[in-house]
T-cell receptor
Framework: GDSVTQMEGPVTLSEEAFLTINCTYTATGYPSLFWYVQYPGEGLQLLLKATKADDKGSNKGFEATYRKETTSFHLEKGSVQVSDSAVYFCALPHSGGSNYKLTFGKGTLLTVNP | DTGVSQDPRHKITKRGQNVTFRCDPISEHNRLYWYRQTLGQGPEFLTYFQNEAQLEKSRLLSDRFSAERPKGSFSTLEIQRTEQGDSAMYLC????????????FGDGTRLSIL
């Protein structure tokens, strides 16, 4: 079945450090891929998306490239800020006729220290 | 765009009581979803509405759970005879159009069972 595997957290970085959060997936076909972010006490916000292979999604300095050959969608940011501290979720729509359902990874907690 | 609104934000109740949550989606969105999120996990799909029709219910949704979306606008999720294991964050999301469209989440209702 469909699944998403994210790197284990928590991740702790100093301000202006480089961030990578790994995400790999198992799915039938080539679904859209999403990164969501959840700030403390809030719901999930869509951070970025990619709809086909080799697409690069970007937003707020974050980027992720849809790599079908490695079934990956790693999240990167060149210089993190304290305000980026949150939980990050990789997600994809379920395949096989129910692709309105999102399957999420377990989330990666990022803490950025000043 | 006022976003997805959920009410209440927090609910504390005793085991065995009934609870009801409300979700108001983004006004032009025809699709509405409920997810459940437990501590340290990503959201898990519960159910999906297209307009007023409930098109899928997860196996996670026992007989004690019921969801409605009268007139295809707001939705309610009711849990009867609550149990300790029902303690979680209940998230509502909405989207417009076809599959693979990003879902927009509310801030959730946190349910605590005493």
């Amino acid at each position: 079945g469909d699944s998403v595997t994210q790197m284990e957290g928590p991740v702790t970085l100093s301000e202006e450090a480089f961030l990578t959060i790994n995400c790999t997936y198992t799915a039938t076909g080539y679904p859209s891929l999403f990164w969501y972010v959840q700030y403390p006490g809030e719901g999930l916000q869509l951070l970025l998306k990619a709809t086909k292979a080799d697409d690069k999604g970007s937003n707020k300095g974050f980027e992720a490239t849809y790599r079908k050959e490695t079934t990956s969608f790693h999240l990167e940011k060149g210089s993190v800020q304290v305000s980026d501290s949150a939980v990050y979720f990789c997600a994809l729509p379920h395949s096989g006729g129910s692709n309105y359902k999102l399957t999420f990874g377990k989330g990666t907690l990022l803490t950025v220290n000043p | 765009d006022t976003g997805v609104s959920q009410d209440p934000r927090h609910k504390i109740t005793k085991r065995g009581q009934n609870v009801t949550f409300r979700c108001d989606p983004i006004s032009e969105h025809n699709r509405l979803y409920w997810y459940r999120q437990t501590l340290g996990q990503g959201p898990e799909f519960l159910t999906y509405f297209q307009n007023e029709a409930q098109l899928e219910k997860s196996r996670l949704l026992s007989d004690r759970f019921s969801a409605e979306r009268p007139k295809g606008s707001f939705s309610t999720l009711e849990i009867q005879r609550t149990e300790q294991g029902d303690s979680a964050m209940y998230l509502c999301a909405s989207s417009f159009g076809g599959d693979n469209q990003p879902q927009h989440f509310g801030d959730g209702t946190r349910l605590s069972i005493l």
